[in-house]
Nanobody, 122 residues
Framework: QVQPVESGGGLVQTGGSLRLSCAASGRTFSTYAMGWFRQAPGKEREFVAAISWSGEMTYYAYSVRCRFTISRDNAKNTVYLQMNSLKPEDTAVYYC???????????????WGQGTQVTVSS
C-alpha cells in the first residue's frame, strides 16, 4: 500500500500558477498509477489528471487539458501537478490518490491523501 500526502496549495490570482506535490510512503510506489482529483463545495469529486506507473501514459480532464501537467519521480516517491493559467473554476480541494492500473474514475482509487486547498481569486 501507499499513503499519499499532498502539499503546495494556496491562494493565487486568475492566470497564476501553482505546483502541487504528492509524496507517498511505501516501497511499492513505483508500481502504482497516481491520480489527481478535486472537489469544490457542494460538488462531486472529479477527475483532474492521472499517470501510469511508468509515466508513459497520462490522462487529463477536458477542463484542464493544455493548462495542467502531471508528472512523477519514482526515485523520490513523488507525483506533481503543475497548474498554469488558473481560473476561478479551479478552486477546490485537490486530492492525490493511488491504485494499481491507471483510471480516471475516483471511486476506483484505493489510497487517498487528505487534500490541499487551491483557491483562485477573480
Amino acid at each position: 500500500q501507499v499513503q499519499p500526502v499532498e502539499s503546495g496549495g494556496g491562494l493565487v490570482q486568475t492566470g497564476g500558477s501553482l505546483r502541487l506535490s504528492c509524496a507517498a510512503s511505501g516501497r511499492t510506489f513505483s508500481t502504482y498509477a497516481m491520480g489527481w482529483f478535486r472537489q469544490a463545495p457542494g460538488k462531486e469529486r472529479e477527475f483532474v489528471a492521472a499517470i501510469s506507473w511508468s509515466g508513459e501514459m497520462t490522462y487529463y480532464a477536458y477542463s484542464v487539458r493544455c493548462r495542467f501537467t502531471i508528472s512523477r519521480d519514482n526515485a523520490k516517491n513523488t507525483v506533481y501537478l503543475q497548474m498554469n493559467s488558473l481560473k476561478p473554476e479551479d478552486t477546490a480541494v485537490y486530492y492525490c490518490a493511488a491504485k494499481r492500473f491507471v483510471t480516471t474514475i475516483p471511486r476506483e482509487y484505493s489510497y487517498w491523501g487528505q487534500g490541499t486547498q487551491v483557491t483562485v481569486s477573480s
